[in-house]
T-cell receptor, first 115, second 115 residues
Framework: QQQVKQSPQSLIVQKGGISIINCAYE??????FPWYQQFPGKGPALLIA?????SEKKEGRFTISFNKSAKQFSLHIMDSQPGDSATYFC??????????????FGTGTLLAVQP | DSGVTQTPKHLITATGQRVTLRCSPR?????VYWYQQSLDQGLQFLIQ???????AKGNILERFSAQQFPDLHSELNLSSLELGDSALYFC??????????????FGSGTRLTVV
């Protein structure tokens, strides 16, 4: 119940194309769903996050789509650029009162954007 | 600079040895999380501390231990090291309260190589 399943494992997209990464979770108590971007040799950096009370959140070229009934969420990168080439992780967490709980990560997607 | 400081950046040690990894959370953050990242295991949650107290444990080996000090910095102690402990170890911190805008902030990690 603690798992977050992420697909695909790797993705190659042409410059200007749309990158789509999908995640599914099991624990309905999860109420925080972030996406992280990680470049080689660096720590994961928060990209965008959503709570289950909205179905979509957009920040610039990055959009999270959330389907609560299907327990799925996805990251869309519009107009993908070579600089977006990185590993992307979805994650989920369950907040408890005023303190936050651990993040459960997906297995990651290695995105390569070809020029 | 994410605001989360990890030292050292690199560590090479022999099997059977003990090492200590240090983490200073972002100013004001009360929670500290430790994650292990290896090629075949992704980001695995090890342990969480909140304001000096252990809050949650993940798949942390008995040879590993951690603590959070009154100034909120944390240390991860790894003992009787084995070759399989070679990995990137990340520390993350989070504020109490609203996650959506700040999330979990990761440090740049400590790369541990056991030879």
């Amino acid at each position: 119940q603690q798992q977050v399943k992420q697909s695909p494992q790797s993705l190659i997209v042409q410059k200007g194309g749309i990158s789509i990464i999908n995640c599914a979770y099991e624990n309905t108590a999860f109420d925080y769903f972030p996406w992280y971007q990680q470049f080689p040799g660096k720590g994961p950096a928060l990209l965008i996050a959503i709570r289950p009370d909205v179905s979509e959140k957009k920040e610039g070229r990055f959009t999270i789509s959330f389907n609560k009934s299907a327990k799925q969420f996805s990251l869309h990168i519009m107009d993908s650029q070579p600089g977006d080439s990185a590993t992307y992780f979805c994650a989920a967490s369950r907040s408890q009162g005023g303190a936050t709980n651990k993040l459960i990560f997906g297995t990651g997607t290695l995105l390569a954007v070809q020029p | 600079d994410s605001g989360v400081t990890q030292t050292p950046k690199h560590l090479i040690t022999a099997t059977g040895q003990r090492v200590t990894l240090r983490c200073s959370p972002r100013s004001g953050d009360l929670s500290v999380y430790w994650y292990q990242q290896s090629l075949d295991q992704g980001l695995q949650f090890l342990i969480q501390y909140y304001n000096g107290e252990e809050r949650a444990k993940g798949n942390i080996l008995e040879r590993f231990s951690a603590q959070q000090f009154p100034d909120l910095h944390s240390e991860l102690n790894l003992s009787s090291l084995e070759l399989g402990d070679s990995a990137l170890y990340f520390c993350a911190s989070s504020p109490r309260g609203e996650l959506l805008n700040y999330g979990y902030t990761f440090g740049s990690g400590t790369r541990l190589t056991v030879v």
